[in-house]
């Protein structure tokens, strides 16, 4: 979807940041690095953590290469704040962390909602809660993510279950930042990202590189929370001469602090509905075997690997199930999901946690469909064996 004022690059991101020359090896936290290079990421701060600390080091290494700046910071609270600043000066900027990190960094993290500052957070999950187990895999942030931080905010979260996949969500998550004006999540588990694939560059298809919608016209009538039908303000190019106010307060279109409660209502709902208005831009949902299927498991991340795996272990026995797998977890692609979930008789969640992903599921599905959980805590990722044992028991249970 073309957006109005929003400049397109005719360059893509295909391969920029890897060795062209064709198949190689690399890991899922590396991917994740040289594809935020090759989106034209330009600024990352950050704070060493497990497992997403080689991030880190990659991006270390390929960011000078591209005239961008590095930085380690003292904490995580400072390196939100870095790249936030990082970004309202007009830099595309990130930084990654994993769960207990990704905790301290959700008061900027609204203020970036807020404030409508784009950024891109990538959170490595890991066991919990506390410092819980920093090399075991888990999926205990599927509700941090959209809810971490206080009051209402508009974000997205990108769920990916490869390698491959990683570079192009972290690329997509560069360009709905962009283009939205909104904080992007790239959430993926352990396991994923040291997960280490073949990837062929040439084959990435992330098509093109986009950038923010900068303000024109008169700067004497610039506004800079003003916008068109899109419902995306330009934001102001620091030396341009347009003056903008930026304030984590509720805030009218000219920036300034506002508590009158039309204003308020006006900006609120505009920031929480645009990415409802763009959903053909941020939906995106990967689905299996739903015809026909008697149950649908519904995962995301190396689970839904495992459960794709399940699939035709089911299959070999006769027994007919489907998966239907989030790429985009936050907005959930709500009608996507009732579709998927229509005519099946089970529903069966597995997630590396005590049960979070399945409310979601819940309210969703049809009522008088059974949705049962399948959860596993140790550390441990949960098998294609298990996700099938788990659907026979279901059905013999009925």
Not at 330 to 344: H, L, N, T
Not at 374 to 383: A, K, M, S
Request: with cysteine.
């Amino acid at each position: 979807m073309a957006v109005p004022g929003l400049r397109h690059h005719r360059e893509d991101a295909r391969g920029r940041g890897l060795n062209d020359t064709g198949i190689q090896n690399i890991q899922g936290n590396h991917a994740c690095a040289v594809a935020a290079v090759a989106a034209g990421c330009r600024f990352f701060a950050g704070y060493p953590i497990t497992p997403s600390s080689e991030i880190a080091e990659r991006i270390s290494v390929e960011l000078p290469k591209a005239g961008g700046t590095f930085v380690q910071m003292e904490d995580e609270i400072a390196s939100m704040a870095a790249v936030i600043g990082a970004s309202a000066g007009g830099i595309k900027a990130m930084t990654a962390t994993s769960g207990p990190g990704f905790s301290l960094k959700q008061e900027n993290l609204g203020y970036a909602a807020g404030a409508e500052i784009p950024c891109v957070i990538v959170d490595v999950m890991r066991g919990g809660p506390s410092t819980g187990m920093p090399t075991r895999p888990a999926q205990g942030d599927f509700m941090q993510s959209r809810w971490g931080t206080h009051g209402d905010h508009a974000c997205i979260v990108l769920a990916p279950w490869s390698v491959k996949e990683i570079y192009e969500q972290t690329v997509r998550a560069f360009n709905l930042s962009e283009t939205l004006r909104v904080p992007v999540i790239v959430l993926y588990d352990e396991v994923i990202g040291h997960l280490v694939e073949t990837l062929d560059p040439g084959s990435v298809d992330t098509g093109e590189i986009t950038t923010r919608k900068w303000a024109g016209g008169d700067p004497a009538q610039y506004r800079p929370y003003a916008c068109g039908e899109d419902d995306i303000p330009p934001m102001a190019r620091p030396g341009d001469g347009y003056r903008s106010h930026t304030t984590g307060l509720t805030h009218a279109e000219n920036g300034f602090p506002s508590q009158d409660p039309t204003t308020v209502d006006r900006v609120a709902r505009r920031v929480l509905g645009k990415l409802a208005r763009h959903n053909d831009l941020v939906e995106q949902v990967d689905c299996y075997d739903l015809d026909g299927a008697q149950v649908l498991i519904a995962t995301c991340g190396i689970t839904a690997r495992a459960a794709k795996s399940a699939l035709r272990l089911l299959q070999d026995k006769g027994i007919a199930a489907g998966l239907f797998r989030p790429v985009t977890l936050w907005p959930f692609p709500e009608e996507s999901y009732r579709e998927a979930a229509r005519g099946k008789q089970q529903i069966l969640v597995p997630e590396m946690n005590a049960g979070q992903l399945i409310y979601e599921i819940q309210r969703l599905t049809p009522p008088g469909v059974p949705v049962a959980g399948f959860n596993r805590l140790d550390g441990e990722p949960i098998t294609p064996r298990q996700i099938a044992e788990r659907v026979e028991e279901l059905l013999n249970h009925d």
